[in-house]
C-alpha cells in the first residue's frame, strides 16, 4: 500500500500530475491519496472523482495501530520543501519539478529529508547532481493518450489561415515576450497568421515577471484577463482581430484547439519538467517550434520538432542573488524558422506526424511504472 501526497486539478501543471498519477496507481495497488480541495469542480471529470474519492483523505491523521507507509510526496517549492500535511513515511519518494538551478544552503538540506528524489527531467537531476545530491533519478510525467492524439487532427476551423498557438502560464520564464515580438514581425509580413494563445495565469505573482523583458512593452492593465493580454498585445502593435485569445480551460478541452492551428510555439527559458502542453501539443500530430534547453531535451529531437538553438544566457535575480542561469531564444530564429515552417507545409506536416508517434510512448501508464520500479529497486514493497 502507498501514501500518495499530491495535489489535484484539471487546469494547472501539477493538479493534473497528481490525479493522473493517483489513477494509475489505483489500478495497481491499494493507495491513499492525500490531497486538497478535492471535488467534482477541481477534477472536471466526474468519472475520475467517483473512481478517487474512496481513497481520499483531504487532512490526515495517524491510525495507531496502522502500518507506516511508504510514500510518494510532491515537492512544493525551490526550497525542496514537502507538499501537504506532515505524514510519518517508512520511504520518501519526492517528486519535483524546478527551474531555480541555483540551489540555497536550504533546499540542499531539505533534499535530505528524502529517501528517493525523482525528478521531472533530466536536467532537474543534473542540477540536483551537480550539488552532491545524488540520491535522484528522472520520471519524466505522461500524457493522456485517450485525449491527445493524431486522430482527426486536421483543421476543421480557420482553413484558410496559417494559425499559430502559444501555450503556458503568462510569465517572463515561459517566454511569451519572445512568442510576442516574433508573432509581431510575422503577422506583419503575412495577412493569413491567425494568432491563438492560452496563457492564464493562476498565481498573479508570477505574471508580473513578465515586465523585466527587454523585448516588449508592458503598462499596468486593469480588467478580465483576456482584457490584460489583449491590451497588451495591442500596446505591442499586434491587431487582435487576429487573435484569440483563451480563457481559462479544462485540460480536456485543449485537444480540439491544437488540432485547429497548424505549430505551436514554444520559446521557453526553462522547464522544470518536459512541459506538459508541449508534451499534449506533439501528440495531436501538430509540429513546434522550441527551445532546445532543461526539460524540452527529454522530449523534442530533430526529428519531431523544429528546435531552437540559437540561444543566450539570461539570469534569474532573486533579492540580489543570483537564483537561476537559463537560456533564451533569439527571436530572429524563431522567426525565421516560422517562415521555413510557413513555406514548408509537408515538413510540417512530417514533423507533426513523428512527434504524435513519439509522445504516444509518454503515457501516465509509463510514469507510474517507472515509480514502481523505483520503489522496486529501493527494496520497497507496494502490496497490501
Known amino acids: 500500500m502507498l501514501n500518495i501526497i499530491m495535489p489535484n486539478g484539471a487546469s494547472y501543471g501539477w493538479g493534473i500530475c497528481g490525479k493522473m498519477i493517483t489513477a494509475e496507481f489505483k489500478k495497481r495497488i491499494p493507495i491513499n491519496f492525500i490531497t486538497s480541495n ?21 487532512s490526515w491523521e495517524k491510525d495507531e495501530h496502522a502500518n507506516v507507509l511508504p510514500v510518494l510526496q510532491a515537492i512544493a517549492d525551490h526550497e525542496m520543501n514537502p507538499w501537504g500535511p506532515p505524514v510519518e513515511a517508512s520511504f520518501r519518494l519526492g517528486y519535483t519539478f524546478f527551474e531555480n538551478n541555483r540551489l540555497s544552503e536550504m533546499a540542499i538540506k531539505n533534499a535530505q529529508n528524502f529517501d528517493l528524489i525523482a525528478t521531472g527531467s533530466t536536467w532537474c537531476r543534473n542540477v540536483l547532481h551537480s550539488y552532491g545530491i545524488t540520491n535522484t533519478e528522472a520520471v519524466l510525467q505522461g500524457i493522456d493518450t485517450q485525449i491527445f492524439n493524431a486522430t482527426n487532427h486536421k483543421k476543421e476551423y480557420f482553413t484558410d489561415k496559417f494559425v ?21 514581425k510575422f503577422m506583419d509580413k503575412y495577412d493569413d497568421v491567425l494568432f491563438i494563445n492560452s496563457w492564464y495565469n493562476l498565481w498573479p505573482q508570477t505574471m508580473q515577471s513578465i515586465a523585466r523583458s527587454p523585448f516588449i512593452k508592458i503598462s499596468n492593465h486593469r480588467g478580465t484577463f ?85 540561444l543566450h544566457d539570461v539570469q534569474v535575480t532573486s533579492n540580489g542573488t543570483t ?22 507545409r509537408n515538413t510540417m506536416l512530417k514533423i507533426g506526424t513523428q512527434a504524435s508517434l513519439d509522445m504516444q510512448k509518454i503515457t501516465w501508464e509509463k510514469t507510474v511504472e517507472n515509480f514502481l520500479d523505483l520503489f522496486n529497486k529501493n527494496g520497497i514493497s507496494l502490496q497490501p
Not at 38 to 52: A, G, I, K, P, R
Open 323 to 344: 537564483s537561476a542561469l537559463w537560456q533564451e531564444a533569439d527571436i530572429d530564429e524563431v522567426f525565421s524558422q516560422l517562415e521555413y515552417a510557413y513555406f514548408n
Open 38 to 58: 478535492f471535488s467534482q469542480q477541481s477534477l472536471q471529470d466526474e468519472l475520475l472523482y467517483f473512481n478517487l474519492k474512496e481513497c481520499v483523505h483531504t
Open 164 to 184: 499559430i498557438f502559444s501555450g503556458g502560464k503568462f510569465e517572463f520564464r515561459k517566454g511569451q515576450d519572445i512568442v510576442i515580438a516574433a508573432i509581431k
Open 226 to 310: 483576456v482584457e490584460i493580454i489583449e491590451a497588451i498585445l495591442n500596446e505591442n502593435g499586434i491587431d487582435t482581430n487576429r487573435v484569440i485569445t483563451l480563457p481559462l480551460l479544462p485540460n480536456a478541452q485543449m485537444a480540439k484547439i491544437y488540432k485547429n492551428t497548424d505549430i505551436g510555439l514554444f520559446p521557453n527559458r526553462c522547464e522544470g519538467g518536459t512541459n506538459l502542453v508541449l508534451m499534449e501539443y506533439m501528440a495531436c500530430g501538430k509540429a513546434t517550434l522550441v527551445s532546445y534547453f532543461s526539460g524540452h531535451c527529454d522530449v523534442a529531437s530533430e526529428s519531431n520538432a523544429f528546435l531552437l538553438k540559437n
